[in-house]
């Protein structure tokens, strides 16, 4: 068709763990954690990007519960972020991108056709089971989830991570998911704030509410969600 295009690109050029984007006019952005430490350190140096007021202001200080709270510096959730906000308004959130996600296995690349706002979900995802120092605490219910992975499929096995640690105790897995989603609902809601003080774009607004669906799925009624899990209608399909 004319408007198909290729996309050459080597797996050895992505050997560093991270998130890739190719745009449609083959530029490249590597959301690597080299390349966001590079970024951060800009943007929190440049009072041009971020200036001493926005710093100081209320609303950009860590979340109530974070254990860095009170540092003088900005919420982890925001790094990965950064490298994208030179960029964002140069494209639509309908704008198509390959997403090349490198994970720790060292043979494995995971590649997807989106958009940007696939992308920007795939990135807020990646802030909150990499970066956020509360959603970091969850780490071993996030084990098997690739941030490529679509949002039911994701909510879906960190439910049954869930499950499994907490050896089936309902009692015990309602009170770890309300604690969950409130915290992640807090994080999400106060990122959004953030954004809005150094960026004009709603992009990264509509991808943390697209990446908050997620935990609200893990409000389902636990038999009903098991059921889904081994049914021949598992994860989506």
Same mark, same amino acid.
Request: hydrophobic content about 40%; proline content about 3%.
């Given at each position: ?67 860095? !709270? ?25 704008? !198509?991108?390959?997403?090349?996600? !490198? ?135």
């Amino acid at each position: 068709m004319e408007n198909d295009k290729t996309i050459c690109w080597r797996s050895k050029d992505y050997v560093q763990k991270g998130l890739y984007l190719i745009f449609e006019n083959s530029s490249q952005l590597a959301l690597t954690a080299e390349n966001i430490k590079k970024t951060t350190d800009e943007y929190w140096n440049n009072p041009d990007k971020i200036p001493p007021s926005v710093k100081k202001a209320v609303e950009f200080q860590r979340c109530p519960f974070c254990p860095l !709270k009170g540092r003088d510096d900005f919420c982890d959730a925001l790094r990965p972020i950064l490298p994208l906000l030179d960029i964002v308004d140069r494209y639509m959130s309908y704008d !198509k991108v390959t997403a090349i996600y !490198k994970g720790d296995d060292r043979n494995l690349i995971h590649l997807a056709e989106t958009t940007i706002q696939g992308a920007l979900k795939y990135l807020s995802i990646i802030s909150l089971m990499q970066y956020c120092k509360v959603g970091r605490k969850y780490w071993k219910y996030y084990v098997g989830i690739m941030p490529l992975t679509g949002i039911e499929e994701s909510s879906l096995r960190m439910y049954l991570n869930i499950y499994w640690s907490l050896k089936g105790n309902q009692e015990e897995i309602h009170r770890l998911i309300a604690q969950f989603r409130e915290q992640i609902r807090i994080t999400a809601e106060n990122q959004v704030k953030r954004l809005n003080m150094i960026c004009k774009s709603d992009g990264f607004v509509n991808a943390f509410i697209s990446a908050q669906n997620a935990v609200e799925f893990l409000s389902l009624d636990i038999e009903q969600r098991l059921a889904l899990a081994f049914s021949n209608q598992g994860f989506g399909t």
